[in-house]
């Protein structure tokens, strides 16, 4: 299907965006692919999409679930300690994000999509299974926690790379779609939210709190190990993407290739741009239920409920605003939303403080959750055209993983632990509020960087 001549002008927007490496670039532009089947878009979209919502499903159970896993797990005569320690367990895995990106990234750009991805999702699924079958302290002391930690860790190093390689083979089956495909990654985070926070709902009102503190919260757990043996078998009879292809053939007749050593720029404008997108998931998704109820005083049930609204919009929005990004530009929607988040975050919060009903957070939440969607739908298949394609996993990886460390990781546990030096209940906005000027001068950079780009060709 040939590109509209919006479509083309990204494609050229990309390739004047790497002018230092335009040959190359040109070289994996030049031969039009056929636009793949329904059928394929399908395999591709889910079989790219399940270990991200795998991910982000484990992450916000642990989450969701951090008091009750600090009585199992951190046991303290404070409670608020428990919680932090395990909150903090939940922010040291993400130090293992940086590691897992740079050898899985590397590992998807020299064997392939395909076998970074298998990689990956087999590895998540360790840390599940951790997770699941885990004795508490009370029956194995303080090796409970400790093993805690090293799944954490180990989970932390798969999810480094899951990201680069799931956005690569998405965009590299099509260059005219790349938006809308590379949307799915946001999407199955909605999705994975909705289902985290129904499990955190109904769990939490249909078991008392000592069933929900002896095994209930294992639940969830168990589900998502059900699920990862089907992504590792859907990713294991995969079709490797035909742009990576192009490209290994390209090496082997001693077509001009691409070190990343000279890619620092973007991988820091790549960091930047993530910022928004992961204080979004971080502080208004995974914190807010703790937020409303340590701080607003509401219903566990309630705010677990908000939360699947957020990710609902997440879910419906991301696509539509990911598609919508391969006509009208990639930049100008991100752009547009990091201003509209920065101007109205810390009134939406003030509102919620004076009104702290859950009428409020539902707005709040709403709110956020479209902002999110419009935000991130576009966001991987941006950062995907900022690296060419020979270094683009590992590009990718690494630029996703710094960015969640940095700016995600241990959101929670500042946020929580502003509060309780402080006493300011607005600390989420600040947070917020900051990530959005941090993305959106990182946005206005790269917008420079393309036009000086296309006025240099």
Same mark, same amino acid.
């Given at each position: 299907? !040939?590109?509209?001549? +919006? ?46 919502? #795998?991910? %982000? ?10 008091? $009750? *896993? ?8 404070? +409670?608020?300690? &428990? ?18 990106? *740079? ?15 298998? #990689? ?6 360790? =840390? ?18 400790? #093993? ?12 480094? /790379? ?9 965009? +590299? ?38 069933? #929900?503190?002896?095994?209930? %919260? ?9 699920? =990862? ?34 890619? %620092? @720029? ?17 502080? @208004? ?13 509401? !219903? ?12 609902? @919009?997440?879910?419906?929005? &991301?696509?539509?605003? =990911? ?18 988040? /920065? ?44 690296? !060419?394609?020979? $270094?683009?996993?590992?590009? @990718? ?17 500042? $946020? ?11 600390? !989420? ?10 993305? =959106? ?6 917008? %420079? ?9």
């Amino acid at each position: 299907m !040939p590109a509209s001549g +919006e479509e083309k002008g990204d494609i050229m927007n990309e390739q004047a965006y790497r002018a230092p490496n335009a040959q190359v670039a040109a070289t994996e532009t030049s031969a039009p692919r056929a636009a793949p089947s329904k059928a394929m878009i399908r395999r591709i979209v889910f079989s790219s999409s399940i270990g991200n919502a #795998l991910e %982000w499903f484990d992450f916000l159970v642990y989450g969701y679930f951090a008091t $009750v *896993i600090a009585k199992a797990f951190f046991p303290s005569q404070d +409670e608020w300690l &428990s919680t932090m320690l395990a909150i903090g367990t939940f922010g040291i895995s993400f130090l293992m994000r940086p590691l897992g990106a *740079i050898v899985l990234g590397i590992y998807g750009d020299r064997k392939g999509r395909k076998a970074a991805l298998t #990689l990956a999702i087999l590895l998540m699924m360790v =840390g599940t299974l951790t997770m699941a079958v885990m004795p508490s302290y009370a029956h194995i002391g303080v090796a409970a926690p400790l #093993l805690i930690l090293l799944a954490r860790l180990v989970q932390g190093f798969a999810v480094g /790379g899951e990201f680069g390689s799931a956005t690569a083979f998405m965009v +590299e089956h099509s260059e005219a779609r790349r938006g809308y495909y590379a949307s799915w990654q946001f999407a199955s985070q909605g999705l994975a939210a909705i289902m985290a926070a129904a499990f955190g709902s109904v769990l939490t009102a249909w078991l008392p709190p000592p069933q #929900l503190e002896s095994w209930g %919260w294992r639940i969830p757990f168990v589900f998502g190990l059900l699920v =990862g043996p089907v992504g590792y078998y859907i990713r294991s009879h995969l079709d490797e993407t035909p742009e990576f292809l192009a490209t290994r053939a390209e090496k082997k007749v001693g077509a001009p290739g691409v070190s990343f050593s000279n890619q %620092w @720029l973007n991988l820091l404008l790549a960091v930047g741009i993530v910022a928004q997108s992961t204080v979004g998931v971080y502080v @208004l998704q995974l914190y807010m239920p703790m937020y409303a109820v340590k701080q607003l005083h509401l !219903p566990a049930t309630a705010s677990f409920a908000v939360v699947v609204l957020n990710g609902g @919009l997440q879910f419906i929005f &991301s696509p539509l605003m =990911g598609a919508l990004s391969d006509r009208l530009g990639r930049i100008r929607i991100m752009l547009g939303t990091s201003i509209f988040m /920065g101007v109205t975050i810390y009134p939406m919060f003030a509102w919620l403080q004076t009104h702290p009903t859950i009428a409020s957070l539902v707005m709040l939440q709403s709110v956020a959750g479209i902002l999110k969607a419009a935000y991130s739908g576009p966001m991987p298949a941006l950062m995907s055209e900022i690296f !060419p394609t020979c $270094v683009r996993s590992t590009g @990718l990886s690494i630029g996703y993983a710094l960015g969640v460390t940095l700016f995600g990781g241990f959101a929670p546990t500042i $946020v929580e632990a502003f509060i309780h030096v402080t006493g300011d209940k607005l600390a !989420p906005s600040y947070y917020v509020l900051l990530a959005a000027v941090l993305s =959106g001068l990182s946005l206005a950079i790269v917008a %420079w960087r393309m036009r000086a780009g296309r006025r240099a060709i």
